[in-house]
């Protein structure tokens, strides 16, 4: 009989008999068909389980996506210069991205969080201007303006036609940190204010906006005047800055959404726009019965803008024709008369202001023109959060900073010589007006200038 174990050298037993390799195969399989059977046995539960896991990936994935902030980089167009290397030096909203949160990437949400700005801890203090037809404009001062010196910059703020005050607090807070005075120009009969005669000015009147200046300026003669108009201020803005040309007296403008074309903006709005700027318009009329008499029935019977232009605000212009009324309101009649440096800033999604109307021939032409282009931001709007700066009004800051601290040379010469770099600085002499010329020269070029005078010019 044969041995189940096997021998050693001493004839003893080793222990129990390996396992051959075929056993092992047959081990393998078997444990092989076991798992087959248990994975049949178990299809339905796995297929399920495969199905839910995916599910629940693909939903994750899209949600991340879903809640990710849409970034907006801004481009910026204008002519190459100086003045346009110092404002990409000295602006780093610039080169912010815009992000918009998941909840806020809608054209209509971002117009309505700038319709809708709240009061940013900023109060005002309103004074009346009487101007010479005896109409009242009302000028809303930031409170804590009169504590800053007389010799710091003025910020004229010009609210949307549905704007006031209380949209642009954080913009006021923003001046008012940066060493600032700032006061909101309302329109007759806007926020509120007391009107005294039947008129509305139209969108490109620069008669009041006129007068207003020149009394600031005569309030504030050591204050230098920059000026930041929203939606249809900033149109007024441009129309005042092409009128009054190197006389408007400002030393920087931001327009923040501007139609840039406010006959085809205004008379083609969206529905809902189109109530809500006729309703403001109307108010200012109904609300005032006794001071506008007749004018009132017209106003009620106005269901458009263009209805209400051609019955109330052209016939208290004086207009007989509302083509001629329009064609001398449109901001940029008179641009190539502009100037003070001027910064736009536009959505290409913006609803109101469409974006076939920027002219972007004009900010390419122009040296004093830059114009800053966003995917994304709707209306006036370029809202991050629901409180706080917007990104639009955080780049019209540091435009304004910008031309401030650019400050060109004016320079005498006289008869090729260099006589003065300031008008304070010229000498008890009076030369020749045919051999005086003025010279404006930007910082770096005023290296090609003599440096010494004359011995004849010396005190």
């Known amino acids: 009989?044969?041995?189940?174990?096997?021998?050693?050298?001493?004839?003893?037993?080793?222990?129990?008999?390996?396992?051959?390799e075929d056993g092992a195969s047959w081990l393998r399989a078997a444990v092989a068909l076991c798992v087959?059977?248990?994975?049949?046995?178990s299809y339905p539960l796995t297929l399920a389980l495969t199905c839910l896991g995916t599910l629940l990936i693909t939903v994750l994935i899209y949600l991340k996506r879903l809640l990710r902030a849409r970034e907006c980089p801004a481009r910026l167009t204008c002519?190459?210069?100086?003045?346009?290397?110092?404002?990409?030096?000295?602006?780093?909203?610039f080169r912010h991205i815009?992000?918009?949160?998941?909840?806020?990437?809608?054209?209509?949400?971002?117009?309505?969080?700038?319709?809708?700005?709240?009061r940013q801890g900023a109060h005002f203090a309103r004074e009346y201007l009487?101007?010479?037809?005896?109409?009242?404009?009302?000028?809303?001062?930031?409170?804590?303006?009169?504590?800053?010196?007389?010799?710091?910059?003025?910020?004229?703020?010009?609210?949307?036609?549905?704007?006031?005050?209380?949209?642009?607090?954080?913009?006021?807070?923003?001046?008012?940190?940066?060493?600032?005075?700032?006061?909101?120009?309302?329109?007759?009969?806007?926020?509120?204010?007391i009107v005294s005669t039947p008129k509305l000015p139209g969108y490109g009147d620069t008669s009041d906006l006129r007068e207003v200046i020149g009394y600031l300026q005569r309030t504030h003669q050591r204050a230098a005047l920059c000026a930041v108009g929203v939606g249809t201020g900033g149109d007024a803005l441009l129309s005042y800055l092409g009128q009054f040309g190197s006389s408007a007296r400002l030393s920087a403008a931001v327009c923040i959404s501007p139609s840039y074309n406010a006959a085809d903006t205004l008379h083609g709005l969206p529905t809902p726009y189109l109530q809500l700027y006729l309703s403001h318009l109307k108010q200012a009329v109904l609300s005032n019965a006794q001071?506008?008499?007749?004018?009132?029935?017209?106003?009620?019977?106005?269901?458009?803008?263009?209805?209400?232009?051609?019955?109330?605000v052209s016939t208290?212009?004086?207009?007989?024709?509302?083509?001629?009324?329009?064609?001398?309101?449109?901001?940029?009649?008179?641009?190539?008369e502009v100037s003070a440096p001027v910064l736009c800033v536009s959505s290409l999604d913006d609803p109101v202001c469409r974006p076939q109307h920027i002219p972007y021939d004009l900010f390419r032409a122009l040296p004093n023109f830059f114009l800053l282009t966003l995917p994304h931001g709707g209306h006036a709007g370029f809202r991050q959060g629901l409180g706080g700066?917007?990104?639009?009004?955080?780049?019209?800051?540091?435009?304004?900073?910008?031309?401030?601290?650019?400050?060109?040379?004016?320079?005498?010469?006289?008869?090729?010589?260099?006589?003065?770099?300031?008008?304070n600085d010229l000498l008890d002499w009076t030369p020749d007006p045919l051999t005086l010329d003025l010279v404006t020269l930007e910082p770096e070029d005023t290296s090609r200038l003599p440096r010494t005078l004359p011995a004849e010019w010396h005190g």
Request: aromatic share 8%; net charge negative.
């Open 36 to 41: 087959m059977y248990w994975l049949l046995l």
């Open 389 to 423: 700066l917007s990104w639009a009004e955080a780049a019209a800051m540091d435009f304004v900073q910008a031309m401030l601290s650019f400050q060109p040379c004016t320079c005498y010469v006289a008869n090729g010589v260099h006589v003065a770099t300031q008008t």
């Open 291 to 312: 001071v506008f008499g007749p004018l009132v029935q017209r106003a009620r019977g106005a269901w458009s803008v263009k209805e209400f232009d051609q019955k109330v």
């Open 130 to 193: 009487q101007l010479h037809d005896g109409g009242l404009l009302a000028l809303d001062w930031a409170v804590g303006s009169q504590y800053v010196s007389p010799a710091h910059p003025l910020l004229l703020l010009l609210p949307d036609l549905t704007g006031s005050a209380v949209q642009l607090s954080a913009l006021c807070c923003q001046a008012l940190t940066l060493g600032m005075r700032a006061v909101v120009i309302n329109r007759r009969g806007q926020a509120g204010s």
């Open 79 to 93: 002519r190459d210069s100086a003045l346009a290397r110092h404002v990409g030096a000295h602006c780093p909203t």
């Open 98 to 118: 815009l992000r918009l949160p998941a909840w806020a990437r809608n054209c209509h949400v971002q117009s309505c969080l700038g319709l809708l700005a709240c």
């Open 1 to 20: 009989m044969g041995s189940t174990g096997v021998h050693n050298e001493r004839g003893r037993l080793s222990g129990p008999m390996v396992v051959g």
């Open 316 to 336: 208290c212009a004086g207009y007989n024709d509302l083509e001629d009324f329009w064609e001398d309101n449109e901001p940029l009649r008179e641009a190539d």
